[in-house]
């Protein structure tokens, strides 16, 4: 979705990172695959993917697992002088980057992937970066799970209307106050009712007699 390359620019334009990326997490091979990404103009994340590729075991020592198996934030404030990060010095140093941090993401308290930011400065990842990154992975897992709920009632509504258009029964939903809030085209031909022009202000003018007796 836009919605994660709009935060990763945030991060990046507003924040004054490197790079900041979203990757998400396969829960039964354990691999991950980049969903977006901003700010890498030297092509880090194209030739880090690369490498993984070509050696998937380099994946178990990079920040972005760590953070998925400790279900914690992961912060390398010295990047080019660990050895986890040994196999991409040559890449980081192109890149200009100097230290790095991971954040898992959540959806319904299952890790859905990791919020990882780079930064062109060594011990960038202060105190109060740390926990500013770590609200905003806190409003992405919200943002995800409200996400994939949308989606939901999105397709539960369009299935809803679809069945009551198939079958050949009077279906009407009232709302809390008792007044007509759906009908389908059967229950309009039970009742003799019109086909409006105007559809909210139709349903408001009918009244629960009128569904009860059929006048």
């Given at each position: 979705p836009?919605?994660?390359?709009?935060i990763?620019?945030?991060?990046?334009d507003?924040?004054?990172?490197k790079?900041?990326?979203l990757?998400q997490?396969?829960?039964?091979?354990?691999?991950?695959?980049l969903l977006?990404?901003?700010?890498?103009?030297a092509?880090?994340?194209?030739?880090?993917?690369?490498?993984?590729?070509?050696?998937?075991?380099?994946?178990?020592?990079?920040?972005?697992?760590?953070?998925?198996e400790?279900?914690?934030a992961?912060i390398?404030?010295?990047?080019?002088?660990m050895?986890?990060?040994?196999?991409?010095?040559d890449?980081a140093?192109?890149?200009?980057?100097?230290?790095a941090?991971y954040?898992?993401?959540?959806?319904?308290n299952k890790i859905?992937?990791?919020l990882?930011?780079?930064a062109?400065?060594?011990?960038?990842?202060?105190?109060?970066t740390?926990?500013t990154?770590?609200?905003?992975?806190?409003?992405i897992?919200?943002?995800?799970?409200?996400?994939?709920?949308?989606?939901?009632?999105?397709?539960?509504?369009?299935?809803?209307?679809?069945?009551?258009?198939?079958?050949q029964?009077?279906?009407?939903?009232?709302?809390?106050?008792?007044?007509?809030?759906?009908?389908?085209e059967?229950?309009?031909n039970?009742?003799?009712?019109?086909?409006?022009?105007?559809?909210?202000?139709?349903?408001s003018?009918?009244?629960?007699?009128?569904?009860v007796?059929?006048k």
């Amino acid at each position: 979705p836009e919605l994660f390359l709009d935060i990763c620019k945030i991060i990046v334009d507003e924040g004054g990172f490197k790079l900041a990326l979203l990757a998400q997490l396969d829960p039964h091979n354990k691999t991950l695959s980049l969903l977006c990404n901003y700010g890498d103009d030297a092509g880090f994340c194209h030739q880090m993917l690369k490498r993984r590729m070509a050696n998937p075991h380099l994946l178990d020592s990079t920040g972005i697992m760590k953070a998925v198996e400790q279900s914690d934030a992961v912060i390398f404030n010295q990047f080019l002088s660990m050895q986890e990060t040994a196999a991409y010095h040559d890449l980081a140093i192109t890149a200009g980057i100097q230290s790095a941090a991971y954040y898992p993401i959540y959806q319904y308290n299952k890790i859905f992937g990791v919020l990882a930011v780079y930064a062109s400065e060594t011990h960038f990842f202060d105190e109060a970066t740390d926990e500013t990154l770590q609200e905003m992975a806190g409003d992405i897992s919200f943002a995800i799970e409200n996400i994939d709920r949308d989606q939901q009632l999105i397709a539960s509504e369009r299935l809803f209307h679809n069945l009551t258009s198939f079958v050949q029964v009077g279906i009407f939903r009232l709302d809390a106050s008792l007044r007509l809030h759906y009908i389908n085209e059967y229950g309009q031909n039970i009742l003799n009712l019109p086909t409006p022009d105007s559809y909210p202000l139709w349903l408001s003018s009918i009244e629960l007699r009128h569904i009860v007796t059929g006048k």
